[in-house]
């Protein structure tokens, strides 16, 4: 277990890192869409394009990990988020293009390059509680986003808020470089290996595929939730954008305690009956989330948002370290981008539907509800599945 401890700790504070730069964005939508001159529900068009060049980083990172190795991958990817959130600044739509590109990419290397660390490292019977406390990192990410971003917003601006994240993202990469940790290259993916390669990995292995096909699913809804939760709580439901930031905070914070108790759960049972009881829990908690209302209760309000966060946000190290059960040796890097795409295609879809749904419905809280269906379905197609085995 000692031998975990420092590759755990690098690797959790990359995803915290990384995920902050990521979200940052959603959080200061509501202040930053008037300078640009869209409306806020735009940001789902600059989250999509975060997860476009994730999904295109991650399938790189494979090959990046067989020549550099996977910590040289982590310290690339805070500095590109960090390079991302400097462009920003520049509030015109060619620099908030280029800022999408740089923190996306930045992102899609994050999984991959720890994952190969982490299944060197992690001992058998603790892989997906050893990957959920890494995932911890998504949700940390997003209660640093939701309780620090606003307040240093009122206090020095947004570009300024920026800059500060993007000083902890290159301060991290230091760090990491003083560490020193062992670096394993992979094995069998190089270089010279096609840049679709790790996709036709995915398709070729049926129980890679369904786990890839989930991910993408829930993905939607965890989408959902990071991208247009402070709007929804800001313009629809007429919170502050401190008190929406603390709300959003209170999610991600369940998502944290969500992805260590789920990552137990299933080390003890399995992982994909656990990830179909957190596709029904997703879709009762997004539907209860839908029916919020400004004439209730702060602490109810805080108790649906922390369900829905537990949930939505809580699924990633099971099927994580599922994928590096599922790898052959040496490629957990390159299965991980592999199935990341996928994820991430749910991502970039889910931003602009969300929106388009949020017009056409007219308001937040009936998209939400639209949009936890389909995880719902799939979680009890995942049980319903389960129960239908044979006895072996």
């Not at 739509?93 to 720890?114: Q, R």
Request: aromatic content about 8%; glycine content about 12%.
């Amino acid at each position: 277990m000692k031998g975990v401890v420092l590759p755990l700790t690098i690797t959790l504070a990359v995803q915290a890192l990384t995920s902050m730069a990521m979200i940052a964005p959603a959080v200061m939508a509501p202040v930053v869409a008037p300078e640009l001159g869209v409306s806020p529900q735009g940001i789902g068009w600059f989250v999509a394009l975060e997860y476009l060049f994730g999904m295109l980083s991650g399938l790189v990172c494979g090959a990046l990990i067989g020549r550099f190795g996977p910590v040289r991958a982590c310290q690339i990817s805070v500095c590109l988020a960090a390079a991302g959130l400097v462009a920003g600044a520049g509030a015109v739509l060619p620099a908030v293009f280029a800022a999408a590109a740089l923190i996306g990419s930045g992102y899609g290397l994050v999984n991959p390059a720890s994952s190969h660390i982490l299944a060197r490292s992690a001992p058998p019977g603790m892989m997906s509680l050893i990957f959920s406390i890494k995932q911890t990192g998504v949700p940390l990410g997003g209660a640093l986003a939701g309780a620090l971003v606003p307040p240093l917003i009122l206090y020095l601006g947004w570009r300024w808020s920026a800059a500060v994240v993007a000083l902890l993202c290159l301060s991290l990469a230091l760090l990491i470089q003083l560490a020193r940790i062992a670096e394993h290259r992979g094995a069998g993916i190089g270089a010279s290996v096609s840049f679709w390669a790790p996709l036709g990995m995915v398709f070729a292995n049926p129980p890679v595929l369904e786990l890839a096909i989930v991910s993408m699913i829930f993905g939607s809804a965890q989408l959902a939730l990071i991208a247009y939760f402070v709007s929804y709580l800001n313009l629809e439901l007429g919170y502050s954008l401190v008190v929406a930031g603390l709300i959003y905070s209170c999610a991600h914070a369940a998502g944290i305690v969500g992805r260590i108790f789920w990552g137990a759960v299933a080390d003890r049972f399995s992982p994909r009956p656990t990830l179909g009881l957190l596709g029904v829990l997703m879709a009762l908690s997004g539907a209860a989330a839908a029916g919020l209302s400004a004439d209730w209760p702060l602490p109810l309000v805080i108790l649906v948002s922390a369900l829905f966060g537990a949930s939505a946000v809580g699924w990633n190290g099971v099927y994580l370290a599922e994928a590096a059960r599922l790898a052959p040796a040496g490629q957990v890097g390159a299965i991980t981008g592999g199935i990341q795409f996928m994820t991430f295609l749910g991502a970039l879809a889910t931003p602009p539907l969300f929106g388009f749904v949020v017009g056409l419905a007219g308001g937040y809280g009936k998209a939400y509800l639209v949009f936890c269906l389909l995880p719902g379905l799939t979680g009890a197609y995942l049980l319903a599945r389960l129960r239908r085995r044979p006895p072996v």
